[in-house]
């Protein structure tokens, strides 16, 4: 996917959506790698966030660099089209939310998008047995999730180790991705486990210094 040892992918979810394509220009030329979107459809999780025409939004306010969609939504597969002819590059989604795992992958990648897969804090990862080597990303949740702002789970780091066991031995080339408290205490931590991308939102965006911001949390990961 990507010879990047380590990318950083600002949550837009933690923007303020009033000043939205500013916002991600701004993170972007402060050095983050990947714009997430976290979406959420009040019914796999308990929130609404945003749906394909804000990605087509940023797409033709000249966002070019690589989109990172993750879906908390069920059902999974018309919607997953729509924000790859909306200029998604990736789309992961969380295996219970699928009826059929291996079919909705191959969609997504059909399309001539990179496909992800995620896993909540209490999710079991044998749904990885049969498709790993089908997937490029990983996704593993270190909160629950449907809201921002939450503290890291410490738990996750077991599950990010045996992911990053599971890719290896796939020889692969599968990103490993965490989502949820990461900041300059956890993303160090994350790292060590075993992940190479991080998602980060209230603690990119709720600062003053994007660029020192992003830098800090770079520092951590050398």
């Known amino acids: 996917m990507t010879e990047q040892k380590y990318i950083i992918a600002p949550s837009i979810l933690a923007s303020d959506f009033a000043r939205l394509g500013d916002e991600v220009r701004n993170v972007l030329d402060a050095g983050a790698d990947w714009v997430h979107f976290d979406v959420m459809d009040n019914h796999y999780v308990?929130?609404?966030t945003i749906g394909p025409m804000v990605c087509k939004a940023l797409r033709d306010f000249s966002i070019k660099e690589f989109i990172d969609v993750h879906l908390m939504i069920d059902p999974v597969?018309?919607?997953a089209q729509r924000f790859?002819?909306?200029?998604?590059?990736?789309?992961s989604f969380h295996p219970e939310a699928s009826k059929h795992i291996h079919r909705s992958i191959h969609a997504i990648k059909e399309k001539g998008c990179k496909a992800?897969?995620?896993?909540?804090p209490a999710t079991p990862l044998h749904a990885l047995e049969n498709v790993i080597e089908d997937l490029d990303l990983i996704l593993i949740m270190s909160v629950n999730p449907g809201f921002g702002g939450q503290s890291f789970i410490q738990s996750s780091l077991d599950k990010i180790s045996q992911v990053r066991k599971m890719i290896d031995e796939s020889?692969?080339?599968?990103?490993l991705e965490v989502d949820g408290g990461i900041n300059n205490?956890?993303?160090?931590?994350?790292?060590?486990?075993g992940a190479?991308?991080?998602v980060a939102g209230s603690a990119i965006f709720n600062t003053d210094d994007y660029k020192q911001t992003i830098s800090m949390l770079r520092s951590k990961l050398i």
């Open 196 to 198: 190479d991308t991080f």
């Open 84 to 91: 790859i002819e909306s200029g998604a590059d990736l789309v």
């Open 171 to 175: 020889g692969k080339d599968i990103r």
């Open 116 to 120: 992800g897969l995620v896993f909540n």
């Open 185 to 193: 205490e956890t993303i160090g931590l994350a790292a060590e486990a």
């Open 77 to 79: 597969d018309d919607l």
């Open 46 to 48: 308990p929130n609404l």
